[in-house]
């Protein structure tokens, strides 16, 4: 990287804690739209796996990964934010000293829960509308998905956001929209298909447990999503933010 894209991200940073410190209900739409963004491409995901299940599961996979990658998309065209790429870029301004830690911690906290509240009223909206014909898929792979093994979780989920993250600097690299859809589309894809973790993503998940399977541990779901976002945070801020700001070039 050189210095003038170091500019560019430590600058969202900075515009980032300043719409959250001035535009408190702003920040709060743009978080909620993110994470019914993600949630609703969840629900494609979901549908994709499920018309594939029984006749041919990675074609179903492969194409949920690319209908996943919608959520980012919208995101970074429409605008939202977005805590697993909150991560990324405010630790990367924290890190270049343009924001303090604290705006990090504050715009992350922020971003979160809004994310929680449009991932959770998208999957209510999915589920009420009984449009997708996913029940019985969402009853089959809850286990799978809930029952995960602590440490692999917290791996998967650190992989994950590397990559969410990864997408996001292609979303502010590019300078051509089909560029920057490609690169997302490609990057997202990769982190589906691989099966990893996204904590927004599992909110909008984990809700359609609760409601397709009231049996389903509550608790268990709030321990996986912890691990999970604590997961995410380390992938965008300890595995991306920090390594590429020590070996971009400054002035």
């Not at 504050?106 to 991932?119: D, L, P």
């Not at 904590?199 to 609760?210: E, P, V, W």
């Amino acid at each position: 990287m050189i210095f003038r894209e170091v500019e560019t991200i430590s600058n969202i940073a900075t515009t980032k804690k300043t719409l959250l410190d001035d535009y408190k209900l702003k920040y709060f739409i743009r978080s909620v739209f993110a994470g019914f963004f993600v949630s609703g491409a969840l629900g494609l995901n979901l549908i994709c796996n499920n018309l594939f299940a029984k006749t041919n599961p990675p074609v179903g996979k492969m194409l949920g990964g690319i209908y996943f990658s919608l959520a980012v998309l919208l995101i970074v065209m429409v605008g939202g934010e977005l805590f697993t790429g909150n991560t990324f870029v405010m630790s990367f301004g924290s890190i270049d000293k343009k924001v303090s830690w604290i705006d990090t911690l504050k715009v992350c906290m922020a971003s979160y829960f809004g994310n929680f509240v449009g991932a959770v009223l998208f999957a209510v909206l999915f589920y009420l509308s009984g449009a997708s014909g996913t029940e019985e898929y969402i009853m089959l792979s809850m286990p799978n998905k809930v029952y995960i093994p602590y440490m692999q979780l917290f791996v998967r989920a650190i992989l994950c956001n590397f990559l969410v993250c990864i997408a996001i600097l292609c979303g502010i690299k590019m300078k051509e929209e089909v560029g920057k859809i490609v690169m997302i589309v490609l990057v997202i894809s990769a982190f589906i298909i691989s099966g990893y973790e996204h904590s927004i993503a599992n909110m909008g998940y984990y809700t359609f447990s609760i409601l397709y399977t009231p049996e389903v541990p509550i608790v268990r779901l709030f321990l996986n999503l912890l691990i999970a976002t604590v997961g995410n945070a380390i992938g965008g801020g300890l595995m991306l933010a920090l390594p590429l700001r020590k070996m971009s070039l400054d002035k």
